[in-house]
């Protein structure tokens, strides 16, 4: 864990507006869809408080027990995973990192498929219950850009990009768009794209509610 040189505040009405504490993410992974096997190969994490300062981060290689993926992308070779933690490894330091926060992502549900099914298969809960994606605020932001890609976004407000696809260098591009879009937003007075998701366990409370309540309203039921 590493704790970052003291960050500017935003405003106060920003924090005022949006009372939220942040998890900002980015991960580089072996491909597109965990569903049919690919890993995280990568993980970074900046905690941001509501009023956009830094608090502190964490970021980590992660052995996926396989090819790393697009190599060409992220850079991240076989050679430089060995000695690399497994995800169950750091599952529980990713864990305590998000509790209590605004999962934010750039294309969120990119990184959100990725780390729950990553957690799901260390058996450790996603203590999450909303998520942010950048783009998606980008867009109601009604911003004078060609695109919504986050270099086109750090470009717009003069944020560097030393290292595209790196997911310490992306958290901490992240970061910094997060900290305009929310001042932008709070002028603007728009509302935060935010996205309700129920930890795992949760769902598995209401399954097993609902099975009682079937097993009670079938003929002979208890």
Avoid at 17 to 40: F, K, N, Q, S
Avoid at 79 to 96: N, S
Wanted: charged share 25%; proline share 7%.
């Amino acid at each position: 864990m590493t704790v970052l040189d003291p960050t500017p505040p935003l405003p106060r009405a920003v924090a005022r507006r949006y009372r939220h504490r942040y998890a900002v993410l980015d991960v580089e992974t072996t491909g597109w869809e965990p569903a049919t096997g690919d890993r995280i190969v990568q993980i970074a994490v900046c905690l941001v408080d509501a009023r956009g300062v830094v608090e502190r981060s964490w970021s980590s290689l992660v052995d996926p027990r396989r090819d790393p993926g697009p190599v060409d992308v992220h850079g991240i070779t076989a050679e430089r995973l060995v000695g690399a933690p497994t995800f169950d490894q750091v599952a529980p330091t990713v864990a305590a990192l998000l509790t209590g926060r605004v999962f934010v992502a750039h294309n969120a549900t990119f990184d959100w498929k990725f780390i729950a099914a990553e957690m799901r298969a260390a058996g450790v809960r996603l203590p999450v219950r909303h998520r942010l994606c950048t783009w998606k605020l980008a867009r109601r932001l009604d911003l004078p850009v060609p695109n919504l890609k986050l270099s086109t976004l750090a470009a717009h407000w003069g944020i560097e990009q030393l290292r595209a696809h790196d997911a310490v260098d992306d958290t901490r591009v992240l970061v910094e768009v997060l900290r305009e879009e929310l001042s932008a937003a709070q002028r603007a007075k728009v509302e935060l794209p935010l996205v309700r998701v129920a930890p795992r366990g949760f769902l598995d409370r209401l399954l097993r509610r609902l099975r009682r309540a079937v097993r009670r309203s079938a003929p002979g039921g208890a």
